[in-house]
């Protein structure tokens, strides 16, 4: 299972997203779930290099484990166009879970971390 976890600061910004595991839909190769998850999550980290120039990628690894985190010092102007990217993507990857709730959980967290 994809487990999502989505940290945010007490006023609700988010701080980090973390996202572990494989899918287990499908074979690799043909595992639509962690196509659709991966796609996201990559869209997000490549989406804020090269659009805003800010690096949320922190680590990744084979076992399905890739870490988003927002630094801290941005322009308020920034802080908002990375705030966006990631609402957006934390909105696509709760669609995929709502559609296929056995191979991939979100959770949504306040002050925790």
Not at 1 to 21: H, K, N, Q, S, Y
Request: glycine fraction near 8%; hydrophobic fraction near 40%.
């Amino acid at each position: 299972m994809i487990r999502v976890t989505v940290f945010r600061a007490p006023d609700r910004r988010i701080r980090r997203v973390l996202v572990e595991g494989h899918a287990g839909y499908a074979d690799p190769g043909e595992d639509i779930v962690c196509a659709a998850v991966s796609g996201i999550t990559l869209g997000l980290v490549n989406s804020t290099e090269r659009l805003l120039g800010i690096r949320v990628h922190q680590a990744s690894d084979r076992e399905g484990r890739v870490d988003c985190r927002v630094p801290e010092g941005l322009s308020p102007e920034l802080a908002e166009r990375v705030q966006l990217l990631m609402e957006a993507m934390v909105t696509s990857l709760g669609m995929v879970a709502e559609e296929h709730p056995d191979f991939v959980r979100l959770s949504d967290s306040v002050g925790k971390e």
